[in-house]
C-alpha cells in the first residue's frame, strides 16, 4: 500500500509526511516513484507484453522533470511531448530521440527544427499547414521525419469541456472534410521529405467509460481504408491517445487499462483481417493515469475563518499556484489532516489556497477532524497537472518536488526562490 496510517499519521510510500514537511517545507509535491513503476509495470503487462507490435509513450505534460525522464526510460516507455521545453528536458535527461513523439497543435519553427535535428522519432502533424514546416526544415537539412496526422474524430467525451479533444468544434486535429483530409493524405505520402506512418486521435481525458475511444477507432479504421483504396497505401502505425481516467474521489469509478485497450485491439484485429492487411502498430499515450494517484500535496494550515450558519475557511500555504484545476474546472478532491488521520472527522470545511482569488479554493465542504494553525494537511492524487500548471501568480514561488521510494526521499525539483522568480527582470 502506497497510503499508510501510523500512530495517526499518514505515510505515502513509507515516509512520515510530517517529516517530510518539516524538512524540505511546504507546500510540497509528494510523488511515489513505487506507484509510477508499478503503472509502468501495468501497461506493459496489460498491453505491450500482451499485444506485439505496440507502444505507450507517456504524455509528459501531466508531470515532467529530469528524473521522471529517468524513470520512464528505465521502464521501456516511449514519451510523448507538446513543446520545445518538454522535448528539451527529454533532450537534456538523454532521452533515446527515437523513442520520442511530438505533439501541439501549433509546433513553431523553432520546435521544428529542434524535433529534426535531434532526431525524433514521430511528428504528430496538428494542422494543414504544419507538414510544409516540416518539409521546408528537413529538406533544409537533408533530413526525413515520420509523422502522423491527429485527426479530429467528431466524439464527444464524457468530461469536462476543458480536458474533451475529440469533438469536432476543438483547436485540435485536421477535420475529417473529404476535401481536407485527402489532399493532405496524398501530400504525406508523396512528399520525400517525410515518412507517413498513419493516424492519430485522442477522444479526451480523465474518462471512465471507453464508449468515446470506440466510435473514434471507427472513424480511424474507415480513413485507414480509404486511403488504402485511393492510394494503394497501408499506413503501418495507428495512435489511439489515452485519457483513461484515474480515482480523485470515491465517486470516480477507475478501470483498467485492460478495460479500454482490450476492445480496441480485438477491433484493430478484426479489421485487418479483413482488410487482409498487417494489423498495424497500435499506440498509447497514457499520462495522468500514470502520475496522478502517485502524487499528493502536503500544506502547512494557516488562517481559520468560521462564519457561523455559513461556512467555515481552512486556509493552506499554497493553493491555485500549485494546483489550478479545481479553479478551472471545478476539479474534486479529496484530502486529509495528516497528523490527525484516525480522529474523527467531525468538522465540515472548505480547503481554501492564500492566492487574492475568490475562486482559489482546493476542496470545498471536506469532512475532516478539526483543524488548527499549523496542521499538515494532505491532498492525494495531485500527481497530475500540480506541478506542470504552477505559476508563480502573486509572486508565490513554485514549491519542491519530491521522489519517495520504500520510506527513503530524495529532492528531485528544488523549491524556488524569491530570488529565483526575479533573476530574468531587468530595471
Known sequence: ???????????????????????????????????????????????????????????????????????????GLCIDVVSGGELYTAIKANFPPEKIEFNGNNKTIDEIELAVDYNIGRIIVDGLDELSLIE????????????????????????????????????????????????????????????????????????HDNASHLKALETSLKLIKDTKDKYSYVTPEINIGGGFGIKYTDADDKKPYSYFLDPMMERIEEFSKDLNIERPEVVIEPGRSIVGEAGITLYTVGTIKDIPGIRKYVSVD?????????????????????????????????????????????????????????????????GAYGYTMSSNYNKNPLPAVVLVKEGESRIVVKRQSYDDMIKNDLC
Open 1 to 75: 500500500m502506497i497510503k499508510q496510517v501510523k500512530d495517526g499519521i499518514l505515510y505515502f510510500d513509507g515516509c512520515n509526511t510530517l517529516e517530510l514537511a518539516e524538512k524540505y517545507g511546504t507546500p510540497l509535491y509528494v510523488m511515489s516513484e513505487t506507484a509510477i513503476v508499478e503503472k509502468c509495470r501495468e501497461i506493459r503487462n496489460s498491453f505491450l507484453q500482451k499485444y506485439k507490435k505496440t507502444r505507450a509513450a507517456y504524455a509528459s505534460k501531466a508531470f515532467l522533470n529530469l528524473s521522471m525522464c529517468k524513470i520512464i526510460e528505465r521502464e
Open 136 to 207: 521546408s526544415v528537413c529538406k533544409q537539412k537533408g533530413k526525413k521525419m515520420n509523422v502522423l496526422y491527429r485527426i479530429t474524430p467528431g466524439v464527444k467525451s464524457d468530461s469536462h469541456d476543458y480536458i474533451v479533444t475529440g469533438k469536432k468544434d476543438s483547436k485540435f486535429g485536421i477535420p475529417l472534410d473529404d476535401e481536407i483530409i485527402f489532399p493532405a493524405i496524398e501530400q504525406a505520402i508523396k512528399s520525400e521529405y517525410v515518412n507517413f506512418m498513419g493516424f492519430h486521435y485522442h477522444v479526451g481525458s480523465q474518462l
Open 318 to 382: 499554497g493553493g491555485m499556484t500549485d494546483n489550478i484545476r479545481p479553479a478551472l474546472y471545478q476539479a474534486k478532491y479529496e484530502g486529509v489532516a495528516a497528523n490527525k488521520v484516525d480522529e474523527p472527522k467531525t468538522d465540515t470545511v472548505t480547503i481554501c489556497g492564500k492566492c487574492c482569488e475568490s475562486g482559489d479554493v482546493l476542496i470545498r465542504d471536506a469532512e475532516v477532524a478539526p483543524l488548527k494553525r499549523g496542521d499538515i494537511f494532505a491532498i492525494f492524487s495531485t
